[in-house]
């Protein structure tokens, strides 16, 4: 078992561009999230997946998109990078929307300049 | 609004030395209090879930105790090896997570 797997580790965007952070699950987990971690402040939850089929936005969604595309997959992405999008974003999945602890993946390491 | 306080924000130990993390929240109805562990450069690793005032879960040299507006993460005769952030979460009636800033820990051999 992976767990919950994350691509790319690092990236390196110029403002404007665009880019797709991808997240998998191999645990049979209906919710899956996207957070971002910054210095001082916390996890922040971007969008989630309560199941497949559904997106929500979630704390701070402004500048980003999501697609869950089948149970496995959700992704992320940023239309036109911004650097205000410097960040380490986290994927997590969850087995039920309602109940239970969060699993992590490894995290991506974005940096915009 | 709902948010998570954890203090304190860096705590260095030397081996051995017992102490506690502490995290106060304020949430519209709690349905579970998260600890988990964090090493530079990866994710979370989840530890413990708490869901009522007064349980408690161990796991090796970690306590972890649940009061009506706090938690508290003991660490009994700790290593080097149990040098991390250590972050907390609630999880709100509204199905929200809301996550603390971390306690660092650093212990010294």
């Known amino acids: 078992n992976a767990g919950v797997t994350q691509t790319p580790k690092f990236q390196v965007l110029k403002t404007g561009q665009s880019m797709t952070l991808q997240c998998a699950q191999d645990?049979?987990?209906?919710?899956m999230y996207w957070y971002r971690q910054d210095p001082g402040m916390g996890l922040r939850l971007i969008y989630y997946s309560a199941s497949e089929g559904t997106t929500d936005k979630g704390e701070v969604p402004n500048g980003y998109n999501v697609s869950r595309l089948n149970k496995r997959e959700f992704s992320l992405r940023l239309e036109s990078a911004a650097p205000s999008q410097t960040s380490v974003y986290f994927c997590?999945?969850?087995?039920?929307?309602?109940?239970?602890?969060?699993?992590f993946g490894p995290g991506t390491r974005l940096t915009v300049t | 609004e709902d948010q998570v306080t954890q203090s304190p924000e860096a705590l260095r130990l030397q081996e051995g030395e017992s102490s506690s993390l502490n995290c106060s929240y304020t949430?519209?109805?709690?349905?579970?209090l998260f600890w988990y562990r964090q090493d530079p450069g990866k994710g979370p690793e989840f530890l413990f879930t708490l869901y009522s005032a007064g349980e408690e879960k161990e796991k090796e040299r970690l306590k972890a105790t649940l009061t009506k507006k706090e938690s508290f993460l003991h660490i009994t005769a700790p290593k080097p090896e149990d040098s991390a952030t250590y972050l907390c979460?609630?999880?709100?009636?509204?199905?929200?997570?809301?996550f603390g800033t971390g306690t660092s820990l650093t212990v010294i051999p």
């Open positions: 979460a609630v999880l709100n009636t509204g199905n929200q997570f809301y």
């Open positions: 645990m049979n987990h209906n919710s």
């Open positions: 997590a999945s969850r087995a039920l929307a309602g109940a239970g602890e969060q699993y």
């Open positions: 949430v519209s109805g709690l349905r579970g």
